[in-house]
């Protein structure tokens, strides 16, 4: 009968979907079937299909996979100015307001709104928190727009 239900899918790790319930299931499961106990000791096997993989040029330089934007040199202090008087303005967290705008920078997307919520310093309710976020989030990516036109 365990048989069965176990093909159903019911057992303890899934009745109970718990670290422990879950870790003390696969323990048993596999208990006796003679799987090596640490995947560390498991063989790894590695295929490459070598017609489909390329070869590295020496003479092409490698992908350069980081951002153009470089933090320090793109606050200079009259840009941690305009970001105190913005932060003050909008009532939001200078020290966050930086960490948005340096990740938003360096990843060239839109700040999530988890992080933009975390900028303000008075919490919106849960009804209006995405409104908030939606217009925050505006007025940070204006914020930066400003900075780097004038930059340019």
């Not at 295929?47 to 040029?57: R, W």
């Not at 470089?70 to 967290?93: I, P």
């Not at 938003?104 to 995405?130: A, F």
């Amino acid at each position: 009968m365990l048989e069965q239900l176990e093909s159903l899918n019911i057992h303890s790790g899934s009745v109970y979907p718990d670290l422990s319930h879950m870790s003390s299931y696969i323990r048993e499961r596999y208990k006796d079937e003679g799987y090596i106990a640490s995947i560390s000791h498991r063989p790894i096997s590695i295929y490459v299909d070598s017609k489909t993989t390329k070869e590295k040029s020496k003479d092409n330089p490698p992908e350069i996979l980081s951002s153009k934007f470089n933090e320090a040199t793109f606050w200079a202090e009259e840009k941690n100015d305009k970001l105190s008087a913005f932060a003050k303005k909008e009532k939001l967290k200078e020290v966050e307001l930086k960490k948005v705008i340096n990740t938003y920078l360096y990843d060239e997307k839109s700040p999530l709104p988890d992080s933009v919520i975390s900028t303000l310093i008075s919490k919106p309710s849960l009804k209006n928190r995405r409104n908030v976020a939606e217009e925050t989030t505006k007025k940070i990516i204006d914020f930066v727009n400003y900075l780097n036109n004038e930059t340019k």
